[in-house]
């Protein structure tokens, strides 16, 4: 199975910041990688795939980049409903997900 | 609108089984691979089983292989996970999702919690 190690596990910060988020995987996953957002007591949502393309609806502030086996999430100007656990996704293989980032509100 | 609508969660206790269904509209169910992937309390997500859209092949986690089994019914567009000789690890809230030709899960439903305890 591929292993992602995602980080940091938790995340303080403040509103209009830019924060970013990582993932990388045990080998090549060849950009088979989404991110995803998930908010208290409701069920993620998909944010980007192909490791870059911003999924339909998803605010722009939003972008992923990366390649090979370490892929980012990148949150510009973070407003307050981006509070939320983010989670990546590789699906180069049989699927697996990052352990998630918690992030908040400094 | 797409729609997932898991049911069939509950309190079980260990080494008995429970079966989830997923119902779907909004799409064409026959056309998608459809997936189950569960959370654990406060965890991370865990894929847990595929079906492809004409059940022609199906896949599994290790965690759950030889213990649960995923089916579908295309003329109900409903989605099941039969679970046996369930665990206290097992317990999680379980998603359907439909997954892309790719791979990323692009719809998810708002799952169903399954308790496993004495």
């Known amino acids: 199975d591929i292993q992602m190690t995602q980080s940091p596990a938790s995340l303080s910060a403040s509103l209009g910041e830019t924060v970013t988020i990582e993932c990388r995987a045990s080998?090549?996953?060849?950009?088979?990688l989404a991110w995803y957002q998930q908010k208290p007591g409701k069920s993620p949502q998909l944010l980007i795939y192909?490791?870059?393309s911003l999924h339909t609806g998803v605010p722009s502030r939003f972008s992923g980049s990366g390649s090979g086996t370490q892929y980012s999430l990148k949150i510009n100007s973070l407003q307050s409903e981006d509070v939320a656990s983010y989670f990546c996704?590789?699906?180069?293989?049989?699927?697996?997900f990052g352990a998630g980032t918690k992030l908040e509100l400094k | 609108e797409v729609q997932l609508v898991e049911s069939g969660g509950g309190l079980v206790q260990p080494g008995r089984s429970l079966k989830l269904s997923c119902l779907a509209s909004?799409?064409?169910?026959?056309?998608?691979?459809m997936n189950w992937i569960r959370q654990a309390p406060g965890k991370g997500l865990e894929w847990v089983a595929s079906?492809?859209?004409?059940?022609?092949?199906?896949y599994y986690a290790d965690t759950v292989k030889g213990r649960f089994t995923i089916s579908r019914d295309n003329a109900k567009n409903t989605l099941y996970l039969q679970m046996t000789s369930l665990r206290s690890e097992d317990t999680a809230l379980y998603y359907c999702?439909?997954?892309?030709?790719?791979?990323?899960?692009?719809?998810w439903g708002q799952g169903t919690l399954v308790t496993v305890s004495s």
């Open positions: 999702a439909r997954k892309t030709t790719e791979g990323w899960f692009a719809y």
């Open positions: 909004g799409f064409t169910f026959s056309n998608y691979g």
């Open positions: 079906i492809s859209s004409s059940s022609s092949y199906i």
């Open positions: 080998e090549d996953i060849y950009n088979g």
């Open positions: 192909n490791a870059n």
């Open positions: 996704q590789q699906y180069y293989d049989y699927p697996t």
